[in-house]
């Protein structure tokens, strides 16, 4: 058993102080508020040191390992595509659109085999942990050979991107990503050969062949509605279940010339509009497409460091959520690896748009950005008797944040991944502060042999 | 002297390997590309060790002190309210807008003396030093005493904010600010009777009694045109002039109601649209206002982080320096002190609001956050024989930075302050990486203590 006291804590919807918490085969078994602070009392799920009574507290806070700071449950990462990680400062030299910005991101997926894919996506999912990420969902589309041959294990790629979670200690939800056409009717296109499996069939037969593991789930992804015909998009579900909707004004209109249909009503008529699945991006709605999403609690999944390198626009997270749908967040192209700015951005991409503040509170932007329920881990994201022991320790007299108060007003408005001094996911320390500097030069090895 | 051999630096809009700098008596007295690199030709002010010739090379590449990493010019901040440093994730809590913001801000101003204010923007001035800042801009206009009569030496406060930045190692330009009125034909209220002089008179000769220092240019600034009358903004000019424009809607609406003008075409009334004068904001404007700023060449000092935070909306940043006007970088309310992100916030919302890449690239940002003219300080802001000599130096192996290819994209779509390890100001080193931890809690102490 381990014991840690925080000096602050998430915990519940509200900032603690000297939060007890014991962790046992990866859970927590006790969480317990023992000091004389000033919001000491008992809440749901946690005793105070006074009435514990019956809670299964044993250790001694004099016995436990000190974690000054703030801590929070572990961040989820709801969309990543790892490779991009080797793009990052690399796309911004010349005008262009999001298409323009594909094609440099194409040159990478052509350089990848098993073999340096494993190291980067190890990197980028180290660089992940560094940041306070216990989890993330890899939309993994780079499936074949160059050539669009499988390779002898058809899942090779997959199963990397598996083991590379595993090494950086962070757990996956593999969406395993069917992508059939370039476009509405068009086959794919150069290096999207290395994406399709040909037809919806084959892709459930080789995602059925991917075996289970302790720290990954399974789901599955449709790349986007111009990627899947609907017909095919129909015949398979499964959960969790994810796509790219209306990222960009092209898509739209090319999907309604295609079916007469926004994404959002193509994907409702596959039948995939329900509260295990995933809408990522849901830039360009119309009113229709936010009740459809809100009325069957559909996740959005909001990416706006992306979305602002891309030019995609804001889209409409508040009226999302008060339509009913739950926002998650992901650093996508990993342009930025920094829940705590993609949690920010949120509500300042929304002040942009509107010139009005005060859209998302930072107890709401920090739910979204440890929401792990949309990838399948309901049992995270919480500092609770029960749940999986993850805990994100981020220093509270930073040069960023010294002086903003140590409260889930410091994690959202003011913290960056730099502040995050520690990292336990499933109750082991994944990464120390002093951790980075050998990661930094890691990354810039790895990165630096991919493009040489 | 002091010599030092940057592995890769900025010189002369690119980016160079292995360039010896030479400083005497705070400038520097040679820059020499002596690498056998793939961008080592001779180019305008600096010359390569084999055609070194006439120039005053004395120094000997292994004698030199090495800064690995990627060297830039130093950042000018040209638009703070250092007291605002205390708000930092304070003001998020409830809905509102720039105006109830306002409330919470002038709420710090009422709790701060000199003796407190030296403390907080002694500290503040470090944080801009840490982020490669080696100038700043001080809009300055906490003047009096809390009942608005003047301290016995009238210029208590502007001294203190001189001191400050001394303290710091930066330079500073103290741009004493007039405040006249509440909005157009009120008196000041409450707060802001410590911020008026009566009239522009008292507030000229109370600016010429503040004397002249080293490190330190005084210039002048009419609050907003909600805050200095017309006639009264006509009596006198100074160089550098700046002030706040068009930042908000609602004073558009109102200065076109009093005048039936813009603030833009007040501003040029009143004979300040000159190419060595700065507004700041410049977010909402028409067509003519933008014609005549880039006509008279009037700098644009842009602020994005803050402009995010106070629902300002994007201006058009890219159209006024198609018509002429320099763009200058803020970081104003320091919810951030980011140089880095200020100037890719400039392109990215940009992309937010046309949907499209590519409106500025890094050199033209990089140009952009260096630039000290506005400010007075012409002879800044490059690493050239003769200028001043700062030197501020960024990990490119960092986590953020590695694998981004170590050029101007690294500074300006990579970095953070945190990846900035020495940073030398006027010859002097006035930031280490291992001074970053210490300040921190100085920050902590200092914010802490206003706060109690």
């Known amino acids: 058993m381990t014991t840690y006291l925080l000096e602050r804590a998430w915990v519940d919807g509200r900032v603690l102080d000297d939060v007890l918490v014991e962790i046992d085969g990866g859970r927590f078994t006790s969480v317990t508020s023992v000091g004389s602070t000033r919001d000491s009392r008992r809440f ?16 001694d806070p004099n016995d436990a390992t000190p974690l000054p700071g703030l801590t929070i449950p572990g961040l989820a990462n709801c969309h990543s595509h790892a490779f991009h990680r080797a793009l990052r400062g690399r796309t911004q030299r ?31 999912y180290r660089e992940m942990a560094a940041a306070g990420i216990t ?38 939800t593999l969406l395993d990503t069917c992508y059939l056409s370039s476009g509405f009717g068009k086959p794919p296109e150069g ?33 986007s509605v111009r990627a899947v015909p609907l017909n095919q998009m129909k015949r398979y579900t499964t959960a969790p279940l994810h796509i790219h909707l209306s990222e960009q004004v092209a898509e739209n209109d090319a ?15 596959a039948g995939h509009l329900t509260e295990n699945n995933t809408l990522v991006h849901a830039t360009h709605l119309t009113d229709d497409d936010i009740r459809l999403i809100g009325e069957t609690r559909t996740y959005s999944c909001f990416c706006p460091t992306t979305e602002r390198d891309l030019g995609d626009g804001v889209g409409p997270s508040r009226e999302l959520h008060d339509a009913g749908s739950r926002l998650t967040l992901g650093s996508d192209s990993h342009a930025v690896i920094d829940l705590f700015e993609e949690m920010r951005a949120v509500e300042l991409d929304e002040r942009l748009a509107t010139q ?16 792990h329920d949309s990838l399948g881990w309901a049992d995270a994201g919480r500092i609770a008797v029960g749940a999986r022991a993850d805990l994100v320790t981020i220093a509270t007299d930073s040069v960023r944040t010294a002086g903003t108060g140590a409260d889930e007003q ?24 002093d951790d980075r500097a050998q990661l930094g030069r890691d990354l810039e090895a790895v990165i630096g042999r991919l493009w040489r």
């Open 191 to 223: 290096p999207q050969v290395r994406f399709s499996d040909g037809d919806v069939d084959a892709w459930v037969d080789r995602v059925n062949a991917i075996g289970p593991w302790e720290h990954a789930h399974i789901g599955g992804a449709y790349h």
């Open 255 to 269: 999907c309604l010339a295609e079916y007469g249909l926004t994404p959002t009503q193509v994907f409702a008529e």
């Open 410 to 433: 410091t994690a959202v408005f003011a913290a960056v991944a730099e502040d995050v001094i520690q990292v336990v996911a499933d109750g082991h320390v994944v990464f120390r502060a």
């Open 356 to 371: 009005q503040r005060g859209h998302w509170d930072a107890a709401e932007l920090l739910e979204a950005g440890t929401r």
């Open 94 to 124: 010349d005008r262009g659109t999001f298409w323009t910005w594909r094609d440099q991101m194409y040159d990478v997926a052509a350089r990848l085999d098993p073999d340096t894919y494993l190291e980067l996506a190890t990197a980028t």
């Open 44 to 59: 749901s799920g946690v005793a105070t040191a006074e009435k514990r009574g019956n809670t299964r507290l044993t250790g």
């Open 135 to 172: 989890c993330v969902g890899e939309f993994h589309y780079l499936h074949h050979q160059p050539d669009g041959t499988p390779y002898d294990d058809p899942n090779a790629m997959g199963k990397v991107l598996i083991e590379a979670a595993r090494r950086a200690g962070i757990r996956i």
